[in-house]
T-cell receptor, first 110, second 113 residues
Framework: SQTIHQWPATLVQPVGSPLSLECTVE??????LYWYRQAAGRGLQLLFY??????ISSEVPQNLSASRPQDRQFILSSKKLLLSDSGFYLC?????????FGPGTRLTVL | AQSVAQPEDQVNVAEGNPLTVKCTYS??????LFWYVQYPNRGLQFLLK??????LVKGSYGFEAEFNKSQTSFHLKKPSALVSDSALYFC???????????FGGGTRLMVKP
């Protein structure tokens, strides 16, 4: 069966520091992968999606970036965090027609 | 452009009563519709989906949803609510040519004992 992992689970970072969040999927190959941000425990904002290694599409211009160095690995990064980057970051992969979500990373920028 | 709307920010229901969480959609072509549930500080859990076929879809934890093409709705229902059903619920959809889900804004369900 397929599983999706995210780490770290929680992260507290100062403004201006770098960021790296990791997402990995097991039990499937060449999945579509997605990064979402959820602010204030409500709506989801799609940040990036990837249909294959090295293929990244950005949905919202911002100081975040994403990379897919391996088939089942998706990384969200920033060189300098802003206060507004705080939120709950969710990774997802797409099966035949359904997206499945990871457990999320709670990021607090102080 | 496709859109999914959840008109209620919050739904309150007493334990044991039936519950309905509303969702309407605007999707071109054949819609693929989904419901997810999110508990505090957790990822979204898939509940059920409509792709084609029977308009009444049954999912996890006793939930079901009814696809209504004429009303462009996909309401989530449960015959008897539990306190443990209290959570944030998201409706989402895309058309059969789509690659990305469009999410509603979420509805918080509060089930009181």
């Amino acid at each position: 069966s397929q599983t999706i992992h995210q780490w770290p689970a929680t992260l507290v970072q100062p403004v201006g520091s770098p960021l790296s969040l990791e997402c990995t999927v097991e039990g499937t190959s060449n999945p579509n992968l997605y990064w979402y941000r959820q602010a204030a425990g409500r709506g989801l904002q799609l940040l990036f999606y990837s249909v294959g290694i090295g293929q990244i599409s950005s949905e919202v211009p911002q100081n975040l970036s994403a990379s897919r160095p391996q088939d089942r690995q998706f990384i969200l990064s920033s060189k300098k965090l802003l206060l507004s980057d705080s939120g709950f970051y969710l990774c997802a992969w797409r099966g035949t027609d359904t997206q499945y979500f990871g457990p999320g990373t709670r990021l607090t920028v102080l | 452009a496709q859109s999914v709307a959840q008109p209620e920010d919050q739904v309150n229901v007493a334990e044991g009563n039936p519950l309905t969480v509303k969702c309407t959609y605007s999707v071109s072509g054949n819609p693929y519709l989904f419901w997810y549930v999110q508990y505090p500080n957790r990822g979204l859990q898939f509940l059920l989906k409509y792709i084609t076929g029977d308009n009444l879809v049954k999912g996890s934890y006793g939930f079901e949803a009814e696809f209504n093409k004429s009303q462009t709705s996909f309401h989530l229902k449960k015959p008897s609510a539990l306190v443990s059903d209290s959570a944030l619920y998201f409706c989402a959809g895309y058309n059969n040519a789509g690659n990305m889900l469009t999410f509603g804004g979420g509805t918080r369900l509060m089930v009181k004992p």
